[in-house]
């Protein structure tokens, strides 16, 4: 037994042509060599900001790991482990791997992202997860082996990339955490995608938006292009025949897109989620 502690491994991240950490949270108390229990699990993005402020890329984290705690001591939600998965380190590495979708018409956005063409690498990055991931750490952790206790969760672009995931994967994850989601990288594509799902009874599927998100300051207009993306996804999910009472949509005044809003929301969204 211990104190909650977050463990790291690094792994071949296959078929990615990379090697990275995955931190792995385990509550107080959780004997990780007893697979006889095992414990609802989520697998989140950019791991580097989840637990601290010392790898996080701006100075901020969710402390995603105190938020969880604080949940468990109010009976809110059993313990939960968190599989934090790192993202590639640059910024076209991340937006390759968190979208399936190229997009070639970056550089308007050259002064915030630095790239004019990125995405392409989200297909490969979920068979990652999916085929080598997951398996790995159910060996491995006492972590659920059912979908009803499996959550994917994000933000920005990791939010794009778990809804991808999450939907495509409706018999391996129920529950989709989808934050800040960055669904103007590939508007059409994620919206024509999630029209053509079949949507499974259990899934839910958590939405949020702050009303002043942007991924490049120059552009007064992006604030609105988020908000009007969660709409989109919203209606498109509702329309493709998603229960409404498990789709939650959360509009947040005077939120900005950090990690600093992303931990503020954090509790309610997982105690929605998991409760």
């Known amino acids: 037994m211990h104190n909650g502690n977050i463990i790291i491994e690094e792994l071949d991240f296959y078929p990615l042509n990379r090697k990275g950490n995955v931190r792995i949270y385990i509550p107080e108390n959780v004997d990780i060599n007893d697979l006889t229990i095992r ?8 791991a580097q900001n989840l637990f601290s402020e010392e790898t996080s890329a701006f100075g901020m984290s969710w402390n995603v790991h105190k938020g969880l705690d604080d949940l468990v001591k109010k009976n809110a939600i059993k313990k939960t482990v968190v599989v934090g998965i790192d993202n590639a380190g640059s910024m076209k590495g991340r937006l390759d791997e968190y979208s399936p979708w190229v997009n070639d018409s970056l550089s308007k956005y050259k ?13 490969d990055y979920e068979q990652f997860i999916i085929e080598h991931l997951v398996p790995y750490i159910e060996d491995k952790y006492p972590v659920a082996n059912n979908k009803g206790e499996r ?5 920005s672009m990791g939010g794009l990339i778990s809804l991808y995931i999450g939907l495509k994967n ?3 994850f129920s529950k989709i955490l989808s ?4 669904v103007w990288f590939a508007e059409k ?3 024509d ?5 079949d949507p499974a009874k259990e899934t839910k599927i958590y939405l949020d938006v702050g009303d002043e998100e942007t991924s490049c300051a120059s552009l007064k207009e992006f604030p609105q292009i988020y908000i009007d993306g969660q709409k989109n996804i919203y209606k498109t999910l509702i329309k493709t025949g998603f229960k409404k009472k498990n789709v939650k949509a959360i509009y947040d005044k005077n939120a900005a897109h950090n990690e600093i809003m992303w931990a503020k929301r954090f509790p309610k969204a997982i105690s929605w989620l998991f409760g």
């Open 39 to 46: 414990y609802p699990v989520i697998y989140m993005h950019d």
């Open 111 to 123: 002064d915030s992202l630095g790239v004019n063409s990125a995405g392409g690498l989200g297909g």
């Open 151 to 155: 959550a994917v969760g994000g933000s």
């Open 170 to 172: 409706q018999d391996i």
């Open 179 to 182: 934050m800040s989601t960055a």
């Open 189 to 191: 594509e994620t919206l």
């Open 193 to 197: 995608f999630i029209g053509k799902i």
